[in-house]
């Protein structure tokens, strides 16, 4: 069976073709500057990579480009197109009524129209993305959601409450609804494979994503108890762009003195903050290394910032759970800097967290980086959030 997962974005689509026989990639791409001058990058396992410029006038037209790849040319992964059996969404925002992948219907598309709300610049692209999809593979094709939400659905109320009138979360919804599921839900599924406890009964551990977004999960017996992010994916630590948690007298102080609209301000704190913000740099962790290299002061701060609140996230996450069997890595940062894993892990040292520094230099692996005597064991997962979309796909398509 070969699935094909789609990430639509307002002016982009992420695509990914993956034959679940072997649950191999065989072809990946995007469709980037939709409706506005088009770029389309087209890869496959064999090594063929293009990028074109190419006018995409909207994501049906995207969807064109993205059938055309696949079928013809020097890129070409598949005879027919008949023989993609079914689409699977990645969906940003699923609310509190969706802890699980579901078969699109109309229902599931009003609903996640209706949750645009809360996930402004994500679900009415999702809208759009699967909406486009059944213009372009017709309605015989299965299509199936997978929300970035849904794994942090089993967080009890003390942890997505915010002490706010109540009122708000009774007429919005306004609560903690967390995101990258998807990411966690791999990561922390393939460490009770490596603890050798599937499932993760009786087990506690700590997801690190950390990304240009990032977040962090604390998970008990297979279930997340808190995560870091919120309402929107801004909640948290120092991101790349991304402030994370402040206080929130600031932003009306700033919005006040600056005489800033809302918008204004969302983009403030969602695009011009976090890494960026306080380096001045750059929100790309590369650029961030050569800055602290050449002795960028504010690169430096943005690095200890960052360091200091994952480590006093992971703190409280410890006293959460009451305790820690193991704590994850993922994500660009989270796989590439061991600089950080390490101070992080180092933090920990006074419950016998012991590092192998040797193991975490070691880069874009599966890797444990903690030492046989550690007290917490701690390992590096690349997080494959597409193959969870695809299985998750599978199996609802299979019950057709
Ligand atoms: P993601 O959102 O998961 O794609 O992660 C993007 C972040 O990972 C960016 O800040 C990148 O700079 C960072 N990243 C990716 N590769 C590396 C690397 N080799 N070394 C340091 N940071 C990296």
């Known amino acids: 069976m070969k699935i094909l997962v789609i990430n639509a974005g307002s002016s982009s689509l992420k695509y990914q073709l993956i034959d679940m026989d072997g649950e191999v990639m065989l072809a990946k791409g995007n469709c980037e500057r939709i409706g506005i001058d088009g770029k389309f990058t087209h890869k496959t396992s064999g090594g063929y990579s293009s990028t074109v410029d190419v006018e995409m006038r909207d994501h049906t037209a995207a969807f064109e480009q993205v059938k055309r790849a696949l ?14 059996s079914a689409i699977g969404h990645r969906i940003v925002q699923g609310g509190s009524k969706y802890d699980h992948s579901v078969l699109v ?38 299509q199936v959601v997978v929300f970035d939400t849904a794994f942090h659905q089993t967080m009890p109320p003390k942890a997505y409450m915010f002490g706010l009138p109540y009122a708000y979360y009774e007429k919005y919804k306004v609560r903690r609804y967390g995101f990258h599921g998807t990411s966690h839900r791999y990561v922390s599924a393939r460490c009770f494979e490596l603890l050798g406890r599937p499932g993760g009964v009786g087990t506690k551990i700590i997801t690190c994503h950390l990304g240009n977004g990032s977040s962090l999960a604390a998970i008990s017996d297979g279930k997340v108890i808190d995560t870091t992010m919120g309402l929107t994916p801004l909640d948290g630590f120092l991101m790349g762009t ?13 919005m006040e003195k600056e005489g ?43 690095w200890e910032l960052r360091t200091y609140q994952i480590i006093k996230y992971v703190g409280s996450y410890i006293s959460a759970l009451g305790g820690v069997d193991a704590i994850v890595f993922t994500a660009g940062i ?45 390992f590096v997962i690349p997080t494959n959030e597409e193959l969870v979309i695809a299985r998750d796909t599978r199996a609802l398509v299979n019950q057709l």
């Open 71 to 84: 079928t013809e040319g020097e890129g070409r992964v598949v005879e027919d197109l008949s023989e993609v």
């Open 105 to 142: 219907t109309e229902e599931v598309i009003q609903d996640i129209a209706g949750y645009a709300s809360l996930a402004p610049l994500h679900n009415a692209a999702h809208v759009q993305g699967i909406r486009a999809a059944i213009a372009a593979f017709g309605e015989k094709v299965p």
């Open 242 to 254: 991304r402030s994370g948690a402040v206080d929130p007298s600031a932003v009306l102080f700033i």
């Open 260 to 302: 800033l609209t809302p918008a204004q301000m969302n983009e403030i704190l969602n695009k011009k903050s976090g890494v960026l913000g306080i380096s001045g740099v750059s929100s790309d962790d590369r650029d961030l290394d050569k800055a602290r290299a050449e002795g960028n002061l504010r690169a430096h701060l943005a």
């Open 334 to 378: 989270g796989e590439n800097q061991s600089l950080l894993r390490s101070e992080v892990l180092k933090s920990l040292s006074y419950l016998g967290v012991r590092v192998n520094e040797e193991k975490n230099q070691i880069r874009g692996q599966e890797i444990e980086i903690t030492t046989a005597d550690s007290t917490v064991r701690a």
